[in-house]
């Protein structure tokens, strides 16, 4: 009996008795709690009209909410043919108001030709990254040529326009550093933000004062080609390929050939797009009035819409004069809510298709943008419209805006 209580007194030392009662307690309820459950699984007998009679009475949840049957997304309008001057939407001919063909290349025959005799020559692929064993003569050609092209010292080439951007500024920026931002920017600037972990100052969009309380003591933007270190855009709209660029001077492009993720770590260019694009500068350089036609045709669709008081009266217009791309958007004074707005301008787009006309809302990742803009009309301006085709454009928008009014009211 004492070896007993001395065992004990070494295993629970000093622990109270009323302790040790109810920690047995506990451990006894849980015992109890886990066979009863068991006894009452296997108590549990259905007959088969029972179980018959259940599953009849179930009602499974959908795996998603209800779709309206006027949801866009059930409605998918299909394009025909290429997406030239001229666009075929679900049977409709329209004139392309609607995509990014700036100076009109996508139906360029010399171009097609060009792409043509390069798959003969390369293939399709480039094989791998630009850094191991994906270069050929066409990239260091068109690297060159964009770098003569845009007057700077050198120029590196990207398979990707969105990688472009989103790889270029990390590459540069770092924690610690200070980014000034027009809070409109492209969703591929958004990301290469975010992956450079800078903090950004957003100011508002084309504010120039805004940008200039944020900074403080500037006075103004300086805006001499000379002083930018980097230039970066994409290959994928005016030039009609895909990829994009960055140029600058040697010592800022040839960082990124080592830090440029979507450069170090992608396919390159496939050749045959490559050398469509030193086509498209053969074109721009050979033709120098397609830049300023691109310009002028601007300028008229910017003034036409400004000046037409039917439109103005639904819609307000956003953009540069300059900017082949403008947006139109609901008026603030009718107050809608965002959903609102975007079934309006989707009729008034339902209604331009049917007249000829080839426009679109524009498209956000709503959940993720950092400043998600209000529900637009874009249209994309290219070089290759002509006067009677804007006429035609603003005499279907003034048709639209006053047969939707009533919507509004």
Not at 168 to 196: H, M, T
Not at 279 to 285: F, R, V
Request: aromatic fraction near 8%; include cysteine; charged fraction near 25%.
């Amino acid at each position: 009996m004492n070896f007993a209580k001395t065992v004990l007194n070494d295993i629970f030392g000093d622990v109270p008795f009323y302790h040790m009662v109810l920690e047995g307690l506990l451990l006894l309820w849980v015992l109890w709690l886990v066979f009863r459950k068991n006894n009452q699984n296997d108590k549990i007998q259905l007959s088969e009209k029972e179980k018959e009679h259940l599953i009849s009475d179930w009602t499974p949840e959908p795996l998603v909410e209800p779709v309206p049957e006027d949801h866009p997304k059930l409605k998918e309008r299909i394009v025909n043919g290429k997406v030239g001057k001229m666009i075929n939407v679900d049977g409709h001919s329209c004139v392309n108001f609607a995509s990014h063909n700036y100076i009109g290349f996508i139906e360029n025959k010399a171009m097609e030709e060009v792409a043509i005799n390069a798959i003969y020559k390369y293939g399709v692929g480039s094989c791998g990254p630009r850094g191991f064993y994906g270069t050929v003569d066409v990239h260091l050609e068109l690297e060159e040529r964009l770098a003569n092209f845009m007057e700077v010292e050198e120029a590196v080439v990207y398979s990707y326009g969105f990688c472009t951007i989103s790889s270029a500024i990390p590459a540069y920026a770092k924690r610690g550093d200070v980014i000034f931002v027009d809070e409109c920017v492209n969703f591929a600037i958004q990301k290469g933000l975010d992956a450079s972990r800078s903090h950004i100052n957003y100011f508002k969009h084309n504010d120039v004062e805004d940008l200039e309380r944020l900074l403080k003591h500037q006075a103004q933007l300086d805006i001499k080609r000379d002083d930018v270190d980097l230039i970066m855009a994409s290959m994928e709209n005016a030039m009609a390929t895909i990829g994009g660029f960055c140029v600058g001077s040697s010592f800022i492009v040839e960082h990124q050939r080592l830090s440029g993720l979507g450069y170090c770590f992608s396919a390159s260019l496939p050749p045959l797009l490559a050398a469509a694009a030193i086509k498209a500068l053969d074109k721009i350089e050979e033709n120098t009035f397609l830049l300023s036609a691109l310009s002028d045709r601007c300028h008229w669709v910017h003034n036409d819409i400004s000046e037409n008081n039917e439109i103005n009266e639904v819609l307000k217009l956003e953009g540069h004069p300059d900017s082949p791309v403008k947006h139109l958007r609901i008026k603030d004074v009718f107050s809608l809510s965002y959903d609102n707005q975007l079934e309006i301008l989707n009729k008034i787009v339902s209604y331009c298709m049917s007249r000829g006309i080839a426009v679109i809302t524009s498209s956000y990742l709503t959940a993720i943008e950092k400043v998600l803009p209000a529900p637009s009309i874009r249209l994309t301006v290219s070089a290759v419209i002509s006067q009677q085709d804007i006429k035609h454009l603003i005499n279907v928008m003034e048709e639209a805006c006053r047969h939707y009014l009533y919507l509004l009211k």
